[in-house]
């Protein structure tokens, strides 16, 4: 799914990615809101795209695969058991537990921004 947002948000979303905290410490670094629902951004092609997966506190998460952390989803990944993806994927926010859901999303900045800032 694509959403196309506007510059300084995509910005945000950039300096916000989780990609790194979510590998090395299983973490969230910060949750951006959107279109009434919170994600967590964690990898793209820096001036093109980002992806972001939308995240849910798991007390309510009620989607079809168990929440695993990182390396458990990687040994399910290698193992076969599963797609690589991070939907399923179990980490922190603060002191709280979320899960990323499906699909990934791309953002994409609105390119009449840039038409703007040329004035």
Not at 11 to 36: Q, V
Request: charged letters at 25%; hydrophobic letters at 35%; proline letters at 3%.
């Amino acid at each position: 799914m694509e959403f196309y947002v506007s510059r300084l948000l995509y910005e945000e979303m950039w300096k916000k990615s989780s990609l790194g905290n979510i590998t090395e410490h299983g973490r969230a670094t910060a949750l951006i809101p959107f279109d009434n629902n919170f994600y967590v951004t964690c990898g793209g092609i820096a001036g093109k795209f980002i992806w972001a997966y939308k995240v849910v506190d798991i007390r309510i998460y009620q989607g079809e695969k168990e929440p695993l952390e990182y390396s458990d989803q990687v040994d399910a990944f290698t193992n076969g058991t599963r797609e690589r993806s991070y939907c399923g994927l179990k980490i922190k926010y603060q002191d709280n537990w979320i899960v990323l859901t499906g699909p990934k999303m791309e953002f994409y900045p609105k390119a009449d921004d840039e038409q703007l800032q040329l004035f």
